[in-house]
């Protein structure tokens, strides 16, 4: 399944979505209240890497750090969206000691949300966020697909 359609959101996801929904590149005209960005950043490893999540999944940093926003739209935003039940994709990587030799599998997660809980594995401390591939966080705009050594290779 890949992600298409007439919207603006409808390929970008993860990081470039806050583009797409128009917080950053907001109308000229449109007045927004600045709140004071002197409040102090998460200290704690679980509130820095929440931090780093939300960048990486699309999601508005937390409301201190951040222009002023309605309650609803805070509301909406602590849940990643496109909101998918299924993602597959057949991982094809090379082996190190013989390149002549490249084990395939395929990786399905399914659940009532896959993004929200890789977002959540990574503020858990489980899925390292340095390392997480792009196509597994929703970056790519895509929901399946075949990755060699990394990339994304067959739509």
């Known amino acids: ?10 390929s970008s ?7 797409a929904k128009g917080w950053v590149d907001g109308s000229p005209l449109a007045p927004e209240s600045i709140v004071d960005e002197s409040a102090a950043l998460p200290t704690d490893d679980r509130g820095k890497r929440e931090m780093l999540a939300r960048a ?9 750090n951040s222009l002023a926003v309605s309650e609803e739209d805070e509301e909406a935003d602590d849940i990643v969206t496109p909101a998918l039940e299924r993602v597959e994709w ?25 993004f929200h809980g890789i977002y959540e594995g990574i503020v858990d401390d489980w899925i ?10 929703g970056e790519e705009g895509r ?9 994304i290779v067959e739509m």
């Open 90 to 114: 057949e991982i094809v990587h090379g082996y190190p000691d013989d390149p002549s030799f490249s084990p395939n599998f395929t990786m399905r997660l399914e659940g009532t949300n896959v």
């Open 56 to 64: 990486r999944f699309g999601m508005k940093v937390c409301k201190s």
């Open 13 to 19: 996801l993860g990081a470039w979505r806050i583009y």
């Open 128 to 137: 390292d966020w340095e390392r997480i591939p792009g196509w597994l966080t």
């Open 143 to 151: 929901s399946e697909g075949k990755i060699r050594d990394g990339r």
């Open 1 to 10: 399944m890949t992600l298409c359609g007439a919207s603006r959101e409808s």
